[in-house]
């Protein structure tokens, strides 16, 4: 495999990006480690990886059969994607549809509490400030144009709070990272896997998201096969043919 001789483009927490050979791709890596707190936590779960690369191997297809343009290309599998080789746009853009996490002690808010319209937050994408939270003018003033961000998250929420509700799992929040192509187009990039979303049975607050690991209140290999074996069980007009 190419990732075992080169050095990586670009070394994440838990994902690598490698050249591929064709400018137009890279080859993403989703590692066996899980990371909490910017890094202050970590453990090495064999096998995670791939359950990562799986779950958002088929919620970037299903993304794609909505009409949400994604850097997903395919999947040789075993924890591998080849995605489009984009400019990364410096935010992160977390949507809360319950109030959970971090939110909780910033606002006061019970946790649990429903968020109607959801919240789209964005945060400078930057480890050594703690990602901090912008305002939307703040964006703008850094040259960045909002609109397509919005919109398109507000999509992609309602897209994947289907496919979970369908599941018997609700969506709390989830984070969401940004490309842009050649021709200035916006794509969803990243992964869409419990590493980035807080995901809760119906009815509960029973998680399957990485809150199992900072909390240190379940197993996280556990909580992620569930969510790939429900996704995988769904028979739902969300789900792509081949």
């Known amino acids: 495999m190419p990732h075992e001789i080169a050095s990586p483009l670009y070394q994440g927490k838990v994902k690598s990006l490698y050249e591929t050979g064709d400018p137009d791709e890279l080859l993403m890596i989703f590692d066996d480690k899980v990371t909490a707190g910017n890094g202050e936590k ?3 779960p064999q096998g995670k990886g791939a359950l990562c690369c799986d779950i958002s ?5 299903n993304m794609e059969h909505n009409e949400i343009r994604t850097h997903f290309i395919r999947s040789p599998g075993h924890g591998a994607m080849v995605v489009k080789n984009l400019d990364m746009i410096p935010i992160e853009v977390i ?8 939110i909780l002690k910033h606002t006061g808010v019970e946790e649990g509490t429903k ?3 959801p919240a789209i937050e964005p945060h400078l994408k930057d480890d050594s400030l703690n990602d901090p939270l912008l305002t939307w003018d703040r964006v703008r003033m850094m040259g960045i144009n909002a609109q397509p961000i919005v919109r398109n ?25 940004f490309g842009l192509d050649a021709d200035k187009n916006v794509y969803l990039a990243d992964e869409l896997s419990p590493d980035n ?3 809760w049975q119906k009815g509960s607050k029973e998680n399957y998201d990485k809150d199992l690991f900072r909390k240190g209140n379940g197993d996280i290999m556990e909580g992620y096969k569930y969510i790939l074996k429900s996704l995988s069980q769904l028979q739902t007009s969300n789900e792509p043919t081949d």
């Open 57 to 61: 191997t088929f919620l970037f297809r």
């Open 42 to 44: 970590e453990d090495y």
């Open 115 to 117: 968020i109607e319209p």
């Open 197 to 199: 979303m807080r995901l």
């Open 95 to 102: 949507c809360r549809n319950i109030a959970a996490g971090s």
């Open 153 to 177: 998250t507000i999509i992609i929420n309602k897209i994947l709070t289907e496919i979970f509700s369908r599941c018997g799992i609700d969506l709390v929040d989830f984070k969401l990272e």
